[in-house]
């Protein structure tokens, strides 16, 4: 070969390696572009519960439905970041009903709430998701009870209590305001009634001071989602193993 040939093809060679060392360089930065999404095909619905004429629990001007909204969009963009594909039942601070069936009229607060409840079910149905993630606070008499705490139905469906456990462990660990327990229990309806693992998780208390003024706070409602969304990796992780 001559030299001029030799040259042609170590310029080549140069070129293409140059080329492939920027496109490199171009997506390295971005990891996942070499990984498959670890929530990838997965379909999650996320209900902030509340919303509208029933607000839920308040004090104060703090309303629990508003708190509720703010960590699910939190989640949402988490769960989005890991590939999953994500439904929400609101994203607006009236209901369910207000968002996706506006116009209706009710003879009562009471049946507004029912038919909102079913509206959610129906989503859930429609959907059909691989799992139901149901946001709420909690509130009672007294002040000093704080602490997040996921619950299941004993009568849902079979996985329901190790979504619960999951997520429940990943906040223990990562947000570090309770040493709960995930907890079965029988009043909660859409957790029946949903045919798809789904827990309810009650966030914190609005009943407690110190605990309401983290549960108002951005940087503190996204640790908790954050917490949520990794413990819905760990859940899935189960299957895997």
Same mark, same amino acid.
């Given at each position: 070969m001559g030299k001029f040939k030799k040259r042609v093809v170590v310029l080549a060679f140069i070129l293409i390696a140059?080329?492939?060392?920027?496109?490199?360089?171009?997506?390295?930065?971005?990891?996942d572009f070499f990984l498959p999404?670890?929530?990838?095909?997965?379909?999650?619905?996320?209900?902030?519960?509340h919303g509208g004429p029933d607000g839920g629990a308040s004090s104060g001007d703090i309303i629990e439905g508003d708190i509720n909204l703010a960590i699910a969009k939190e989640l949402e963009k988490q769960l989005k970041k890991k590939g999953a594909t994500v439904i929400m039942t609101r994203t607006k601070s009236g209901d369910a009903l207000a968002e996706r069936e506006p116009g209706k009229d009710f003879p009562s607060i009471r049946a507004r709430k029912m038919a909102d409840l079913k509206l959610?079910?129906?989503? =859930?149905?429609?959907?059909?998701?691989?799992?139901?993630?149901?946001?709420?606070?909690?509130?009672v008499p007294e002040a000093k009870w704080r602490g997040a705490q996921v619950f299941y139905h004993q009568e849902g469906h079979?996985?329901?209590?190790?979504?619960?456990?999951? $997520?429940?462990?990943?906040?223990?660990?990562?947000?570090?305001?309770?040493?709960?327990?995930?907890? =079965?229990?029988?009043? $909660?309806?859409?957790?029946?009634?949903?045919?798809?693992? =789904?827990?309810?998780?009650e966030t914190g208390?609005?009943?407690?001071?110190?605990?309401?003024?983290?549960?108002?706070?951005?940087?503190?409602?996204?640790?908790?989602?954050?917490?949520?969304?990794?413990? $819905?990796?760990?859940?899935l992780s189960q299957d895997v193993q």
């Open positions: 140059s080329a492939a060392f920027l496109a490199y360089e171009t997506f390295a930065s971005d990891r999404e670890p929530m990838g095909g997965v379909k999650v619905v996320i209900d902030p519960g959610r079910e129906q989503i =859930a149905l429609d959907e059909e998701p691989d799992m139901f993630l149901s946001i709420h606070g909690n509130a079979p996985r329901s209590e190790l979504l619960a456990k999951a $997520v429940q462990g990943s906040i223990v660990e990562n947000v570090k305001n309770t040493e709960r327990e995930a907890l =079965a229990v029988r009043q $909660v309806y859409l957790l029946k009634k949903v045919p798809t693992p =789904a827990v309810l998780i208390f609005l009943s407690n001071p110190e605990e309401r003024g983290l549960l108002t706070d951005k940087g503190y409602q996204k640790k908790m989602a954050t917490a949520i969304a990794d413990g $819905v990796s760990d859940y």
